[in-house]
């Protein structure tokens, strides 16, 4: 569910019609809903509300402080996977025990903001990356709260890019090694062992892979309390998809009862790592009609957005609802492409698509643009990238301007011996 909608033939997001939005903004714009934000986190909290739990939002999806903050609100902690996410996370006011830390390659700076900051756990993803937290944490004489994330070979059935629990992914440590490196932490002075760790992928629309990978995490938490491990923690990671088109996306609800009721024996707290469920039909895309261009066989909608500013079509072949700003439903339709003014062929938005027909000056929204939009989008072909708008019953608030030309040289410079 969203709250985008039609009124008297215009789009609205919450109480504001989109039209006023771009007078002020131009296009292409991010605009996402506050009452979207609130009512998904809320929704997918509840589905917990049986055991200790805590949400720890996915910044990856979309990082903009202003959206991380809306969860901080609501009582979520944040799930980062670089130092750039740390910053970002504690200048929303994310307490740092309420903060989790993944991801394959974290650097030895990165590693040290995380230990000074004093976050709930970072989990592990290799045997290099547990000695040099140990050897970081005795050199600051420091303790730090860690897991291990463990890959439980479980293929979870999404794109291949997105998929993160096989054994020929980068991600996490096999079953046999991280008990042993379990074992290892305890001739380690500064390490501690409080939590569990696994991450299967993303986009999932079936429940089975998430219980299969808690199943396997379950049976090795009882293997490592045997040890005198205490482990509090169990982070199952994110991954539950939406409906971009015409999925069946299983229902929070459902994913929380079949969770709940794995693991409610354990007197564990789980962490939870939501991202797209809750930001990716949030917010869409706007972007201005700029030309029709027919040729043969073939009707091309020339768009003022492209893939830099959302790339996840030219990415991953994905499927983003797209309709324009006025209602036109009794309008004459017509197949077309949606495509962006990038050099590439792959710069578009839809293929073959049937839409209302369109002309030049229109506007057109393209929705799920929540998650991995903005967080995704670069400068290439040196586009600076658009503002991002977030709309709260009928106000709205830039939460990013539209980068300048100027934005784009910075940190450029000349050498001295090309100046002229």
Sequence with gaps: MHYFEYRENQLYCESVPIRKIIEKTKTPVYVYSYKTLERHYQVFDRAFKKISHLICYSCKANSNIGIISVFRNLGGGADIVSGGELYRALKANIPADKIVYSGVGKTEEELKSAINANILMINIESEGE?????????KLKRQVRVSIRVNPQIDPKTHPYITTGLKKNKFGILWEDALRLYKKMKDYGYLKPVGISSHIGSQILEVSPFLEAVKSLKDMVYELKSLGLEIKYFDIGGGLGITYKDEKAPHPEEYGDAIINEIKDL???????????????????????LYIK??????????????????????????????????????????????????????????????????????????????????????YNSRPRPPEVLVKDDKFFIIRKRETKMDLLKGESIPDFLRV
């Excluded at 830099?308 to 492409?337: F, M, W």
């Excluded at 229109?362 to 400068?379: C, H, L, R, V």
Aim: glycine share 8%; hydrophobic share 45%; with cysteine.
């Design 130 to 138: 547990l000695d040099a937290i140990a050897r970081i944490s005795s």
């Design 267 to 289: 007197d564990v707290t789980l962490i939870l790592e939501p991202g797209r469920v809750i930001v990716g039909n949030s917010g869409i895309l706007v972007t201005k009609v």
């Design 294 to 379: 027919e040729v043969p066989e073939k009707t091309f909608i020339i768009v003022d957005a492209a893939m830099n500013d959302l790339i996840r079509p030219s990415l991953y072949g994905a499927y983003h609802e797209i309709a324009p700003i006025i209602d036109k439903k009794d309008y004459k339709s017509k197949k077309v492409d949606i495509v962006g003014p990038i050099c590439e062929s792959g710069d578009f938005f839809a293929k073959d698509r049937v839409l209302p027909e369109l002309e030049a000056g229109e506007f057109i929204a393209i929705y799920g643009a929540g998650a991995y939009g903005f967080s995704m989008s670069s400068n």
